[in-house]
């Protein structure tokens, strides 16, 4: 049996992946231009494909059925060739969405819901949220309810945002700003990378429960796996698909004072865990063809941070790392939104007499305890997990690996 993805730029798709996880059918990707879509129905030769960007509502017209749920969302993400050769339409965004909000635990029953954008998801965010008994808008570009205008909707309780506003490689970009909305109880971003864009960032600064959308692309290919095998699927291969892409995706940022080990305990991770490895400091020198030490002393530290911003704004974007950073790259802000995107941060600790000081001029030319004191509270604040580094190397690495699953468990984003 022959399935696949259509759309119009898929090369960073996790479906093929998921769906091989699922069930085991052949699942290829369809790149095609809008003026193609017609050839590509007239020839078919699958049995069932998904739809995404842009093409959800576009393929309507090559159908034949649809069902009840694809008909009032206005549009489709999945559809099956029939023996006769006719095709069906369905749409499982609408199921995917659903068992986010519940896996995610807000509540939207009675709650008004603003729905960012007017695309094709946003449809089956606003059948599944009328499902649920929420009050939604749709909130578009050109409306009557627009972005020049919400402060009508002030009121409202949930935010979901279904525009690629935020989405990679244009990250560090949000539709709005959440601290309009002071009664917000739930964001939902149905972008899955970054893990977390600005919107969620902002989101859990405010203390407002919210989640991205790989929960919702894993639970909606589950249902077109169904679809297309003609037969159920153990729903639990939910969590372990969540819980295996998380573990590919998601960065793992060392953090610490200078000589902590980042870069021995990022080296030995990488090897481990079978990720890429990437050292902030080494990356700056290919960048500026200068060492850290070196453009410090040259330029001062002032030019240093604001170079090792620039690169760490760029690894920040990457996932499945493993990334090394200097000791000062919590003293920006800027720094933390950007590896936090798409990371967990882990704060490697080190008894100061024991940190090297040879070739770090920032360590050599100051005492190492006062330096500490001005850090100490940024490592605590930023870090999502706290670990040890006064042993072996290899007794560091696997305190980090457990630290990092038990975090995992609790349902981070």
């Known amino acids: 049996m022959k399935c696949g993805l259509l759309g119009r730029k898929l090369v960073h798709s996790y479906s093929p992946q998921i769906h091989g996880m699922l069930c085991d059918y052949e699942y290829d990707l369809f790149e095609k231009e809008e003026d193609e879509l017609e050839e590509f129905f007239k020839n078919s030769d699958w049995h069932g494909i998904n ?132 009664n917000c109880k739930g964001v939902i971003d149905i972008i899955y990378n970054p893990a977390r864009t600005e919107l969620l960032l902002q989101a859990e600064e405010l203390g407002i429960p919210c989640v991205n959308g790989l929960y919702m692309l894993i639970a909606q290919a589950y249902k077109s796996a169904e679809i297309f095998a003609g037969h159920n699927i153990e729903e639990s291969k939910i969590d372990v698909i969540l819980d295996e892409l998380t573990g590919s995706m998601q960065n793992i940022i060392l953090v610490g004072m200078p000589g902590s080990g980042k870069s021995t305990m990022a080296s030995k991770l990488g090897e481990k865990l079978g990720l890429t490895v990437k050292d902030a400091d080494v990356e700056i020198t290919k960048a500026v063809g200068r060492k850290p030490s070196l453009i410090i002393t040259q330029d001062g530290e002032a030019a240093f941070r604001d170079i090792e911003s620039e690169v760490i704004a760029d690894l920040g974007k990457g996932s499945g790392m493993v990334i090394a950073t200097g000791g000062g790259a919590v003293l920006r802000e800027c720094n933390y939104r950007a590896l936090h995107q798409n990371g967990i941060i882990v704060w490697i600790r080190r008894d100061i007499d024991k940190l090297p000081t040879g070739d770090r001029p920032l360590s050599a030319g100051q005492d190492l305890n006062v330096m500490y004191e001005k850090r100490e509270p940024l490592y605590k604040k930023y870090a999502d997990v706290i670990v040890d580094n006064n042993g072996t190397p290899d007794e560091t690495v696997c305190r980090i690996i457990s630290e990092i699953k038990k975090t995992r468990s609790k349902g981070a984003i």
Not at 66 to 86: C, F, H, L, P, Q
Not at 88 to 104: H, P, Q, R, S
Not at 110 to 122: E, N, R, T
């Open 51 to 182: 739809v995404t960007i842009p093409y959800k509502r576009s393929v309507i017209p090559f159908l034949d059925e649809m069902s009840d749920m694809a008909r009032r969302a206005g549009s489709v993400n999945t559809i099956i060739k029939r023996e006769d050769g006719s095709f069906y339409g369905d749409n499982t965004d609408v199921y995917g969405f659903m068992m986010t909000v519940e896996k995610a635990g807000i509540d939207v029953k009675g709650k008004k819901a603003l729905i960012l954008g007017s695309g094709g998801a946003s449809g089956a965010v606003m059948t599944a949220l009328e499902s649920m008994g929420a009050i939604p808008f749709i909130i578009s570009r050109t409306g009557e309810n627009n972005y020049s205008n919400l402060y009508l909707h002030e009121d409202a309780r949930i935010i979901v945002n279904t525009t690629p506003v935020g989405m990679y490689p244009d990250t560090g970009k949000a539709a709005l700003d959440l601290k309009v909305f002071p």
